[in-house]
């Protein structure tokens, strides 16, 4: 098992607010890997700060090579952002969002990719030529999903997909995410409020708390964890 | 007398889908870079009349043919729009649009200045393309000028249509405008896409410029009337609308032709060439008060 993604002293600020103070992180390929934390704890700045949509300064190491410049290229070294609400480009159709997924690679091999892609999503078929913005809130996420997969990225970073969807879609939308890791090999880092579900799709978690990591081990270590049960599962 | 009559009602029409061409064309790029930055591009115009003087210096100083001179323009002003984003307004885009907006009027005063400079403000001809024949197509009388500058138009627009729709940067150019945080997480180099936007834009006001200097002659302020009716055209159609500038700008050109046809009538014979410019400002004036966005705009929708 060799190391995809390692961070190290990760440090980003938005302007003079310091959201990261040192974040140290690693995502083995083939893994499943979530990320809680409370409002604020610096989740989401963590995947921006990977795939470089805020500034950030220390060592992000992606598949042996350090990780510089900006979110294109992110993704151009095989990393799909699946940013926080919803990532489409609702004016455009749904098609045209999947072909975008694909932009950093050949033109020639899209077709085949959208078929590959539809067996997960079934219904993206018949939908192409609708626009995004008319799908609904679980349809557009796993659209979202559905066009991040189209880069074939090495490694996936979904930021939030529980929010505002119903119980039932999130369940669908972790377990397809379960599927492509298993099926497919798919690496995932996962950033999640809903730490239920995140600890029980995932291999292990990292827990942070104002911008560090406070806590880290197996995903079933943390659901029987007594701080983490009090803090983030409720009960 | 009523054949006569339609006769000129059919020529006006044409001559005005001639006039609304070249407005559909600038319009569609003030669309394209508001599109894509955000604001009016105040030197659209500008840019257009520049490189116009330069095909007017292939043809006069260099001995070129109208369509040579007319694709090495096209060239130049491609070339021309791509630097001006990447050294003037990238600097600037960040932050605050005014900048921006201040950036462009400041390039209106520069290229106008430029020109004066190099080529004197003194009115210059260029022959047009298309001749100065008329022909009689069932007993109206057409200029062929007239045909081809509405047969240029209409494929330019065709172009930009394919560009936009069946090519792979076309999707990421239209992803750029209406996403550019999510565009550059799919890869997209959105700065160079906004380049590009702005390339396409000088390229389409300098078909605009090319097209209305046979007829008016060639002299510093050529496009300064045609970026007023542009401007109305864009509004009229909905400002991030580029079937909409398109619209727009034939409905301009063949309104304001009617009007012109109307005035031999008592009832509107008040109506004289003067007013055509303060016709397309009240029609900027009621859009925006009535539907600012357009006939084809989307309403602006804030999330909070």
Redo the contacts between chains.
């Keep these: 098992m060799t190391t995809l993604l390692e961070l190290d002293s990760l440090e980003a600020r938005y302007g003079p607010v310091q959201a990261l103070r040192g974040v140290s992180l690693t995502v083995t390929e083939g893994e499943v890997v979530a990320v809680l934390g409370a409002n604020g704890a610096g989740k989401t700045t963590t995947l921006r700060a990977i795939s470089g949509t805020v500034q950030r300064s220390g060592h992000i190491d992606f598949a042996g090579q350090q990780l510089k410049g900006g979110p294109e290229a992110a993704a151009r070294a095989g990393i799909a952002h699946v940013p926080e609400g919803r990532g489409t480009f609702v004016e455009l159709t749904v098609l045209e969002n999947l072909k975008l997924g694909a932009y950093v690679r050949r033109a020639r091999t899209v077709k085949e990719d959208v078929r590959r892609v539809s067996e997960y999503f079934p219904w993206l078929v018949d939908r192409g030529g609708q626009r995004a913005g008319t799908l609904s809130g679980g349809e557009q996420q796993m659209l979202a999903l559905a066009r991040a997969l189209m880069s074939r990225p090495r490694l996936l970073l979904l930021d939030e997909p529980s929010l505002g969807l119903a119980p039932m879609i999130v369940r669908e939308f972790f377990r397809t995410v379960r599927r492509l890791n298993e099926e497919e090999g798919l690496t995932v880092l996962v950033v999640e409020q809903d730490a239920r579900i995140a600890l029980a799709s995932s291999n292990r978690a990292y827990v942070l708390e104002v911008g560090r990591v406070a806590l880290t081990g197996s995903s079933s270590e943390l659901q029987g964890d007594e701080s983490v049960r009090r803090s983030y599962l409720g009960y | 007398m009523l054949a006569a009559s339609f006769a000129d009602f059919m020529q006006q029409v044409v001559a005005g889908l001639a006039s609304g061409g070249i407005f559909a064309l600038l319009a569609l790029a003030l669309v394209i870079i508001h599109r894509s930055t955000g604001v009016i591009n105040f030197a659209q115009g500008e840019m257009a009349m520049l490189s116009t003087y330069v095909a007017w210096a292939l043809i006069t100083h260099h001995g070129w043919r109208y369509w040579p001179a007319f694709v090495a323009a096209l060239g130049f002003s491609f070339v021309f729009g791509v630097v001006t984003h990447r050294v003037v307004i990238r600097p600037v885009e960040r932050g605050n649009l005014l900048r921006v907006v201040i950036v462009t009027i400041g390039l209106l005063i520069g290229i106008n200045g430029f020109v004066i400079w190099q080529w004197s403000g003194e009115p210059r001809q260029i022959q047009s393309p298309f001749g100065s024949d008329i022909v009689n197509i069932g007993g109206v009388a057409i200029s062929v000028q007239d045909i081809g500058t509405i047969a240029v138009a209409l494929g330019m627009v065709v172009l930009l249509w394919l560009l936009f729709q069946f090519t792979?940067v076309g999707?990421?150019l239209?992803?750029v405008a209406?996403?550019p945080?999510?565009?550059?997480?799919?890869?997209?180099?959105?700065t160079w896409m906004l380049a590009l936007g702005w390339g396409l834009a000088a390229t389409l006001g300098a078909v605009a410029g090319l097209m209305t200097a046979p007829s008016v002659g060639l002299d510093p302020n050529l496009m300064q009337a045609t970026l007023i009716y542009a401007f109305a055209a864009a509004v009229l159609g909905g400002i991030d609308s580029p079937l909409g500038a398109v619209v727009g700008g034939l409905l301009l050109g063949v309104g304001l032709n009617m009007l012109s046809y109307l005035s031999q009538y008592e009832l509107f014979d008040w109506f004289t060439e003067e007013l055509r410019l303060p016709t397309a400002l009240l029609i900027i004036l009621v859009v925006l008060l009535v539907r600012p966005s357009g006939l084809f705009g989307h309403a602006e929708v804030k999330r909070v």
């Design positions: 792979k999707l990421a239209r992803a209406v996403n945080e999510e565009a550059r997480l799919v890869g997209v180099r959105v």
